[in-house]
């Protein structure tokens, strides 16, 4: 428990203002640990030619003749002192830097988040989960309360959906600021989360007392760009090399800040998970995402009904709260890059030796503001319409969101219209959805255990294409969930069968979702935070912008044929994870960006 709360914001402040008494670590008691922390292989690499990797070719060739050199003007040196790092290696005067390399004391250091116990992965991941429903939840919940919000300011049906949308737009915009910001080892995860949550607790005040519509859309969109549980979940269980990258703006603030980190090959690329169990905690993610749009109208009808409006929101306020206080006592940072770089400064006070740098830092000097920019703004939009794999499965993906959102909003038509639910039962019907999720974890999981895992190699690596079977199943399930919803939802058949049949939309999901995330994770490793980032905006826009048309269509329609039209689309898309099965490693040799090696 006590390295548990050692690394959350509440012992970081516990740390600080006892001078590192309260909580400390080994090193805090025993300075002479430092050299165990010390990678020495790596830090003789930079004594010898300036970085941490191996030679570059030609390197090689040339330290025969670079040796020779040496010898022949050693007789020029003496009496001059050679520089030698902490460890006792010479420092090539023309190519070495005087750099101790800090990181992981052995391959079973319990700092390393990859090397937590399994039930602090669990807490972590339970704690993820609690905050994804937090903010997921956010979005449906405002749907029970249209009608209050259109008889309160006076618009029309289609503006009151604005509130929705243009939360949902934020989920897209948000990431592409403060996700960048937590790679930043200085920074962390923690601070970001917790500062982005603390805003977006306070922001519903204005949300809730809003004097004017235009005032309850701004804080609306600026709630929901405050924070997306989606880049933490890429971030926890993606295997993106460039996830270590350190993007920040040149700040005259920071100015040792400036540069940014490309990759630490050998840090651990998802923060808890490996690439071979990543698809597990995806799934486990899966549920919350799913849950919070489908909880939102179940706890939100009730108090729209028996309360105003903005009762909504003030639940929603309440929630994140209370998950707010939890991950501040209970959250611990999972940044590996910011447990290095906290840990080589420490060394650094403890011991007055300013040569200990974690690679994250040493790194950093190699990137200028202008590839920063680059990376966090250009390269997402750019591989997402250069590269036809990315574009293919992020609009895939994004039709989907789409069509969840334009779906959702049929039922009330559905539920109210046809079967006379009340506002508060209407929630009720949205639970087969979480229902599906949940039905279709086992079998999944047991495809992953049996056939998934025993094709990895020996470095826990699995060829991209091998993640699209699933989804292959799961693109059927979308149709079948529309048509079956429209053509059951009669009033001479029971409301069940509709409920049933929205079962197949969240499994369908699932197995989608969970393949293609992981696809493009494994086909494009280094640049997997760019290619999910312009999934996020992708998904995102089209979320926002269907259900501004949902209900024109489907009274113009009807329930049968619109949800049929939604159903068609979606058969439409199917071939896309085939299509990528037989031909993606054709297309991934022929990338500039993607993985080749497999």
């Known amino acids: 428990m006590t390295e548990l709360i050692r690394d959350t914001v509440f012992g970081h402040f516990l740390r600080f203002v006892s001078h590192g008494q309260i909580l400390p670590y080994a090193e805090d008691k025993d ?5 165990r922390y010390v990678h020495e292989e790596k830090s003789e690499r930079m004594a010898r030619h300036g970085h941490v990797g191996e030679q570059a070719e030609g390197e090689g060739d040339t330290r025969q003749a670079d040796q020779a050199a040496s010898q022949e003007t050693s007789r020029t040196r003496v009496g001059k002192d050679v520089q030698t790092n902490a460890l006792g290696h010479e420092v090539d005067e023309e190519k070495g830097k005087n750099v101790n390399v800090v990181h992981w004391y052995s391959d079973n250091d319990p700092e390393n988040p990859m090397n937590w116990s399994l039930f602090k992965k669990i807490l972590v991941t339970a704690e993820i989960c609690l905050l994804t429903i937090s903010i997921y939840i956010g979005s449906a919940i405002y749907t029970p309360g249209l009608e209050g919000v259109v008889e309160y300011y006076g618009v029309s ?28 080892p200085q920074i962390g995860r923690n601070p970001v989360y917790i500062g982005t949550l603390f805003a977006f607790v306070v922001l519903q005040l204005p949300v809730a007392l809003a004097e004017n519509f235009a005032m309850l859309l701004c804080f609306r969109f600026i709630t929901g760009g405050e924070f997306n549980p989606w880049h933490l979940a890429q971030e926890l269980f993606s295997n ?19 540069h940014s980190l490309t990759f630490a090959p050998e840090i651990p690329s998802g923060d808890i998970y490996t690439p071979k169990k990543r698809a597990y905690g995806i799934a486990i993610w899966g549920i919350a995402a799913v849950s919070g749009p489908v909880l939102g109208p179940l706890i939100g009808g009730f108090a729209a009904q028996y309360e105003q409006w903005n009762w909504t929101i003030w639940e929603l306020m309440w929630l994140s ?42 790194e950093a000097e190699s990137m200028t503001s202008k590839d920063v920019i680059m990376i966090a703004l250009v390269r997402p939009l750019t591989l997402n319409f250069t590269e036809p794999m990315v574009f293919l499965l992020n609009l895939y993906i994004a039709l989907i969101y789409g069509l969840l959102y334009i779906w959702f909003e049929s039922f009330p038509l559905v539920f109210e219209g046809v079967y006379g639910f009340d506002l508060s039962l209407e929630g009720v019907a949205f639970v087969g959805i979480l229902v599906g999720a949940l039905i279709a974890i086992p079998p999944f999981f047991w495809y992953l255990y049996k056939y998934t895992e025993p094709q990895f190699n020996e470095k826990g690596e699995l060829k991209p294409e091998k993640r699209l079977p ?47 995330l992981n696809y493009l994770s494994d086909a494009y490793p280094t640049y997997a935070a760019s290619v999910l980032a312009g999934n996020d905006l992708m998904r995102s ?58």
């Open 157 to 184: 049906q289609v503006k009151a959906t604005l509130g929705l949308s243009l939360f949902v737009a934020g989920y897209g915009l948000g990431p592409m600021l403060w996700a960048p910001m937590s790679e930043i």
């Open 470 to 516: 699933a989804a292959c199943v799961g693109a059927f399930f979308i149709p079948v969930c529309l048509f079956w919803f429209g053509w059951s939802a009669r009033p001479d058949i029971h409301w069940i069968m509709p409920v049933i049949g929205s079962a197949f939309f969240s499994a369908g999901t699932l197995l989608l979702f969970n393949s293609v």
């Open 240 to 258: 993106s090399f460039e996830a270590y990258m350190l993007f920040v703006p040149a700040s005259p603030l920071l100015p040792h800040q400036i």
């Open 541 to 598: 826009s089209f979320g926002a912008g269907f259900p501004l048309f949902a209900t024109a269509m489907y009274n113009h329609l009807g329930i049968a044929w619109a949800s049929s039209t939604l159903a068609f689309l979606s058969i439409a898309f199917i071939p896309i994870p085939f299509v990528l099965y037989k031909y993606g490693e054709r297309l991934r040799k022929s990338s500039k960006h993607a993985r080749k090696d497999f």
């Open 321 to 362: 709260a209370f998950s707010l206080t939890l991950f501040i006592f209970f959250l611990p940072e999972t940044s590996s890059a910011n447990i290095l770089y906290r840990r080589a400064r420490r060394l650094r006070h403890l011991t007055g030796n300013e040569s200990l740098k974690c690679e994250p830092e040493i």
């Open 31 to 35: 300075p002479n640990l430092w050299k």
